[in-house]
């Protein structure tokens, strides 16, 4: 039953977030995303949480074919108006990450700016599962979040269990302009 409410409030929170601009909506892709892709040739890539789209454009414009998956309905509206006006094609999956269905084949890349940290503890193992059943062999997954260790945020535990399923290359740890601990995190493909 707790599950269930938790999961209901993030639905609804969420939403409500996102009839206005939220303040992470920044309309700039982070000097992180810039640098790999600079660093890596384009190929297949997948935003977890894409939100309005706008690293998805970014990615885009470096040469990447991609994919974005949000449960904000009006998020992804908003992401796809973006691309239609940029004159770029997306696919773009109104949905929760944590479900295999939405996954298509295996990414390069998969994106994550602020979604994980979101999840419940089952969607967590979820997506977990599904980042690395979904990354190719060589692929890469970023994944940036606010960080924590009372089970609300990423925690040592969370990081433990992606090296389950993925090699951790990096982390770097910082404040987030609002206040909190957060974290980027650099995984590579263990396969």
């Known amino acids: ?16 977030l996102y009839l206005r601009k939220p303040r992470w909506d920044t309309g700039i892709s982070p000097p992180e995303l810039i640098a790999h892709l600079e660093q890596h ?25 991609v994919t974005g998956i949000d449960f904000v309905p009006s998020a992804v509206s908003q992401a796809r108006r973006k691309a239609r006006a940029a004159g770029e094609d997306v696919t ?33 193992n979820n997506y977990r599962q599904n980042v690395a059943r979904h990354l190719s062999p060589r692929g890469n997954y970023l994944l940036y979040g606010f960080t924590s260790e009372d089970g609300t945020r990423i ?6 269990a992606f090296e389950q399923v993925l090699s951790l290359d990096k982390r770097v740890d910082s404040l987030d302009g609002s206040g909190p601990t957060s974290a980027w995190f650099w995984f590579t493909s263990k396969g």
């Open 92 to 124: 773009l999956i109104t949905g929760d990450v944590s479900n295999p269905d939405l996954y298509q084949g295996s990414y390069d890349l998969i994106l994550d700016i602020g979604c994980y940290h979101a999840l419940t503890h089952d969607q967590r």
């Open 155 to 160: 925690s040592n535990e969370d990081v433990k």
């Open 41 to 65: 040739p384009p190929g297949r890539a997948l935003d977890l949480g894409c939100g309005t789209g706008t690293n998805l454009l970014t990615l885009r414009q470096y040469g990447w074919e």
């Open 1 to 16: 039953m707790l599950h269930w409410i938790q999961k209901l409030s993030s639905r609804v929170f969420f939403r409500l």
